[in-house]
C-alpha cells in the first residue's frame, strides 16, 4: 500500500510540478508527511527523510520537463545558470538546517511558507509587471510563435540574492523553487510565461543535483520508498510539459492556492498544537 500511495504521489507531484513549474516538491512534501505521519500508511516518515526523497523526485522531474522544454525551444540557458549559481550556497546551506528541525517546528515553518506562496499565486495576476529591473539590467529577446518580441532581463546582483534565498527555502523544506521564481521571473524580470517555467524548470534540475548530494551525505534519502516515485514522477513530468504548450494553467493555480492555503493552516496548527 506504501509504495502505491508513493507512486501515486509521485505522479500527481511530476504532472503538477512541470505544468506551471513548481518543481513537485511543494506537492510530495505535505502529501508524503499525511499518509505517513498523520495516517500512518507509510512508515519511518520523517522530516528529513521525505525532504531527502523530494531532491531526489526532483532530478527526475527537472530532467524529463527540461528535456520537453529544450525541444520547444522555451529554456533561456543564460539566466538558467545564473539562477542555479545564485541558489547552490542557499541550497547547501539549508539541507544543514533542515538537519536540526523537529517535526513541529518543520511543520509550523512549512506551514507558514504555503500560506506565504497561496498568498503570492492569488494575488501574481494583480500585479503589475515591474520594469525598474528590466531597464537597469541585462536585456534580453524572445519572439514567441504568435510574432511577439518580449523584451526581458535582470540586474545581476538581484538575481544572485534572490535565488540564494529560493535555494535555501529548497534545501530546507524539499522545494524546487520553482514556485517563488517563476512569478518573480514573470512579474519582475518580465519573462514570457512558458520560458518562465521552462527556465525555472532548468534550474529545478540543475539545483536538485547539487541538493541531492548534500542530502544523501547526510542520510536523508530513504532509497527504497524512490523506487515507486522516480519513475512515477519522471512519467508525470513528461505529461505535465506537454500540458502546458498546450492548456492555460490559470484552474490549476486557482486549485493549487486553495490547497496550499489549506494545507498551510494545518500544518501551522499542529506545529503550534501538534
Not at 522545494?175 to 518580465?190: D, E, Q, T, Y
Request: proline share 4%; net charge positive.
Amino acid at each position: 500500500m506504501a509504495y502505491i500511495l508513493l507512486a501515486v504521489i509521485g505522479l500527481a507531484s511530476g504532472i503538477i510540478g512541470a505544468l506551471v513549474g513548481l518543481g513537485g516538491g511543494i506537492i510530495l512534501v505535505p502529501a508524503t508527511l499525511f499518509m505517513g505521519v498523520n495516517l500512518g500508511l507509510i512508515d519511518g516518515i520523517t522530516p528529513q527523510s521525505v525532504v531527502g526523497l523530494s531532491v531526489i523526485m526532483m532530478i527526475f522531474i527537472g530532467l524529463a520537463s527540461t528535456l520537453s522544454y529544450m525541444k520547444a525551444k522555451m529554456v533561456d540557458y543564460r539566466s538558467g545558470y545564473i539562477f542555479f549559481a545564485g541558489s547552490v550556497p542557499g541550497t547547501v546551506l539549508g539541507a544543514f538546517v533542515n538537519k536540526g528541525l523537529d517535526l513541529s517546528s518543520f511543520n509550523l515553518y512549512f506551514g507558514i511558507l504555503l500560506i506565504l506562496l497561496s498568498t503570492l499565486l492569488l494575488v501574481r495576476k494583480y500585479l503589475k509587471p515591474v520594469h525598474w529591473f528590466v531597464d537597469r539590467g541585462k536585456q534580453r529577446t524572445f519572439t514567441d510563435k504568435m510574432g511577439e518580441t518580449h523584451v526581458f532581463g535582470y540586474p545581476l546582483w538581484f538575481a544572485l540574492l534572490l535565488t540564494f534565498g529560493i535555494g535555501f527555502a529548497s534545501g530546507l523544506f524539499g522545494m524546487g523553487g520553482g514556485s517563488i521564481i517563476v512569478p518573480a521571473m514573470i512579474l519582475l524580470f518580465l519573462f514570457p510565461p512558458h520560458i518562465a517555467v521552462g527556465t525555472s524548470m532548468f534550474m529545478v534540475f540543475l539545483s536538485a543535483i547539487v541538493n541531492s548530494i548534500t542530502h544523501i551525505s547526510l542520510g536523508n534519502v530513504p532509497w527504497l520508498y524512490a523506487i515507486p516515485v522516480v519513475p512515477a514522477a519522471y512519467i508525470g513530468a513528461k505529461l505535465g510539459a506537454k500540458l502546458n504548450q498546450k492548456m492555460k494553467s490559470e484552474t490549476l493555480v486557482v486549485a493549487l492556492r486553495i490547497i496550499f492555503l489549506i494545507l498551510g493552516v494545518r500544518s501551522i496548527i499542529e506545529g503550534v498544537f501538534g
